[in-house]
């Protein structure tokens, strides 16, 4: 089954960017949907973003619509998400999850789709 390892989170400044990595190993990545959650201190996790196996379709929350961007490299087995003109209500624990449920052209916005997680990577925004 696919492991899943996040990179790229940080302590930026309100209005920054950065870009978050989710390296997958033990399948290929293209039979998977792929997502982004993330999970703010004493919250509930929240979908931020989804893409489909061929990376042809994608979904954002509107909290980071226009300002995120999730994409994947198939060939590299890596998803990313692109997160600019961060805000402090951005920071969270950021989660990288793979689905096969209806296949990998089927786009996911709640967890319990997902069967497998990473361990997440932390991202705070200082305003």
């Known amino acids: 089954q696919v492991q899943l390892v996040e990179s790229g989170g940080g302590l930026v400044q309100a209005g920054d960017s950065l870009r978050l990595s989710c390296a997958a190993s033990?399948?290929?990545?293209?039979?998977?949907?792929m997502g982004w959650f993330r999970q703010a201190p004493g919250k509930d996790r929240d979908f931020v973003a989804t893409?489909?196996?061929?990376?042809?379709?994608?979904y954002y929350a509107n909290s980071v619509k226009g300002r995120f961007t999730i994409s994947r490299d198939n060939a590299k087995n890596t998803v990313y998400l692109q997160m600019n003109s961060l805000k402090s209500e951005d920071t969270a624990a950021y989660y990288c999850?793979?689905?096969?449920?209806?296949?990998?052209?089927?786009?996911?916005?709640?967890?319990?789709?997902?069967?497998?997680w990473g361990q997440g990577t932390q991202v705070t925004v200082s305003s």
């Open positions: 033990g399948d290929t990545l293209s039979r998977y949907t």
């Open positions: 999850a793979a689905s096969t449920r209806y296949g990998s052209e089927f786009l996911h916005l709640s967890q319990k789709d997902y069967e497998h």
């Open positions: 893409i489909t196996g061929s990376g042809s379709r994608t």
